[in-house]
């Protein structure tokens, strides 16, 4: 069955509902919805994907998430795949959207934060590995080879938004 999303423009607009084949193929734009998970100590769930996974086999990723259906914000996207990949029914906040160059195709990333209190159980068919990792762990880990760069992208611009907020009076001097 063809995976469907929505064809988007520069700005991030609907144009058409396509094949998510066809997007990538053609390097549409299209939406991607992404969600980084914390436990209740503050600590991101790093995962590896299947090494059978079709994008990124066996890489390394701190998101969940995954295209956007026709009709779906970025915020039910979100929480669709968050249940989906993790089990867990929440209700993601959205941080940042940006137009990601992506390494297979472009899109348009929509991320998103959700905080995992009770229990979770990780989609195998999603999920080959998962360990909860330290901020300064998760940075050293961004450097690796194996994590999947469009992740790497979406981390700056997130450690980059989170330092925005924790200093509103811009940079010193």
């Known amino acids: 069955m063809t995976e469907l999303v929505e064809r988007v423009d520069d700005e991030d607009r609907v144009i058409g509902v396509v094949g998510r084949s066809e997007a990538i193929r053609k390097r549409w734009l299209h939406r991607v919805a992404t969600v980084v998970c914390r436990d209740t100590r503050g600590r991101i769930l790093v995962h590896r994907r299947p090494h059978e996974d079709v994008r990124f086999p066996g890489a390394v990723n701190f998101m969940l998430g995954g295209a956007a259906e026709p009709g779906e914000t970025y915020e039910e996207a979100a929480a669709r ?93």
């Open 81 to 173: 795949e968050l249940t989906e990949e993790l089990g867990v029914r929440a209700r993601p906040r959205f941080v940042l959207k940006f137009r990601c160059a992506g390494a297979i195709s472009p899109y348009w990333l929509g991320l998103h934060e959700a905080v995992v209190t009770g229990p979770y159980a990780p989609d195998p068919d999603e999920i080959a590995w998962h360990d909860w990792l330290t901020e300064s762990q998760l940075a050293a880990l961004v450097r690796d080879e194996a994590f999947v760069p469009d992740a790497r992208e979406a981390y700056h611009r997130w450690t980059a938004r989170r330092h925005e907020a924790a200093h509103p009076e811009g940079p010193a001097g």
